[in-house]
């Protein structure tokens, strides 16, 4: 919560607040507590990253998905039999494996965006936009599903 207020100051720290009930509330088997003693324990390149992978162990995670991958280098999560990924590979990943899924999330994501609404082919160029240009490329030939 701290780095996504210093990142984007135009969030509240209330409204990011809300967000975080819903995703527990939605997604209460996500939620991970108890880890901190185990932080301290990692060895990672950034020792301010080490909640992240100290969450990830009992939360029983395959992946962590950052843009950040040299803070999660492979040697260090081998003994956790986690990888790192980056959102497009994660992504990626999963298209590989259910398409239609992935087609389906991303419509749903697209639906969402009132204000203002995007076409298929501009929520696409979104994507690339935002480094996910794999994803993008995937998807493109399904823009008529999105």
Request: hydrophobic share 50%.
């Amino acid at each position: 919560m701290r780095n996504l207020l210093a990142d984007r100051p135009h969030l509240s720290a209330d409204t990011l607040e809300r967000t975080r009930a819903a995703m527990d509330w939605h997604f209460p088997a996500a939620v991970v507590t108890g880890y901190a003693a185990l932080a301290e324990m990692l060895d990672l390149p950034d020792p301010g990253d080490r909640h992240v992978l100290a969450a990830a162990i009992p939360g029983r995670a395959d992946v962590i998905v950052t843009w950040n991958l040299r803070h999660f280098p492979a040697d260090r999560l081998a003994s956790s039999v986690l990888a790192a990924r980056s959102p497009d590979a994660f992504i990626a990943g999963l298209f590989e494996t259910g398409p239609e899924e992935v087609v389906a999330a991303v419509r749903g994501h697209r639906a969402a965006l009132r204000n203002p609404p995007r076409s298929a082919s501009d929520h696409l160029t979104a994507l690339e936009r935002v480094g996910l240009a794999r994803t993008a490329a995937l998807l493109r030939p399904h823009v008529g599903a999105i």
